[in-house]
């Protein structure tokens, strides 16, 4: 089995920074892509950034220049640096994951969610 665990979130003024973190643990080969979604209340959970496992970036057009997305493969840690939030960045943010298990002649893949962490904007 394969948990991840998020830490990061938390209440922070229009303008500021906040760093959210995400370690995956459990029976793991190896882990493909990993990524970072949000869900504000009455919306749909959208895709805010992910990378791929040679760190390849991509980034909702929204968040663009002020977020970043970054792996530490030895710690099996995904991170997203937040800065110049605003309040529509307000909304529960889930960590995503594409996790190989099991064993070289038989790989699994599946994704893999945490348990979200929410984060708040005030103006």
């Known amino acids: 089995q394969v948990q991840l665990v998020e830490s990061g979130g938390g209440l922070v003024q229009a303008g500021g920074s906040l760093r959210l973190s995400c370690a995956a643990s459990g029976s793991i080969l190896s882990i493909n892509a990993m990524g970072w979604y949000r869900q504000a209340p009455g919306n749909q959970r959208e895709l805010v950034a992910s990378?791929?496992?040679?760190?390849?970036?991509n980034y909702l057009d929204s968040v663009k220049g002020r977020f970043g997305i970054s792996r530490d493969n030895a710690k099996n840690t995904v991170y997203l640096q937040m800065n110049n939030l605003k309040p529509e960045d307000t909304g529960v943010y889930y960590c995503?994951?594409?996790?190989?298990?099991?064993?070289?002649?038989?790989?699994?893949?599946?994704?893999?969610w945490g348990q979200g962490t929410q984060v708040t904007v005030s103006s």
């Open positions: 990378i791929t496992s040679r760190g390849r970036t």
């Open positions: 995503n994951a594409n996790v190989n298990t099991g064993i070289v002649v038989s790989i699994t893949s599946k994704e893999y």
